[in-house]
Nanobody, 124 residues
Framework: QVQLVDSGGRLVQAGGSLRLSCAAS????????MAWFRQAPGKEREFVAA????????LYAGSVKGRFTISRDNAKNTVYLQMNSLTPEDTAVYYC?????????????????WGQGTQVTVSS
């Protein structure tokens, strides 16, 4: 069982930046594809970004490409999401997720473990 702890969410003004972190408990963290999803009120949880186990490949949703950067530090069992040029449309609860089977997917069913979520609110 893998435990994921999301952190870093807060209230930020439009145009600002924020970095989210996700700390994993598993010693096998370095073998997992990791991703971030988000869920806004009244909406489905949607894919934001993913990073391969080695960190050599990344994948982004079109709505965040060029503004957000996913990265990981396998020595610290941590994955990050750097978010720049934030807009009110980025307001959501952000969740990190782990894929133990290297499916390299962008749907919820491709991921096996989830963090508890961290709230990001962008004011206009």
């Amino acid at each position: 069982q893998v435990q994921l702890v999301d952190s870093g969410g807060r209230l930020v003004q439009a145009g600002g930046s924020l970095r989210l972190s996700c700390a994993a408990s598993a010693r096998t963290f370095s073998s997992y594809t990791m991703a971030w999803f988000r869920q806004a009120p009244g909406k489905e949880r949607e894919f934001v970004a993913a990073i391969s186990w080695r960190g050599s490949s990344t994948l982004y949703a079109g709505s965040v490409k060029g503004r957000f950067t996913i990265s990981r530090d396998n020595a610290k069992n941590t994955v990050y999401l750097q978010m720049n040029s934030l807009t009110p449309e980025d307001t959501a609860v952000y969740y990190c997720a782990a894929d133990r089977w290297d499916r390299w997917g962008h749907t919820k069913s491709d991921y096996d473990y989830w963090g508890q979520g961290t709230q990001v609110t962008v004011s206009s």
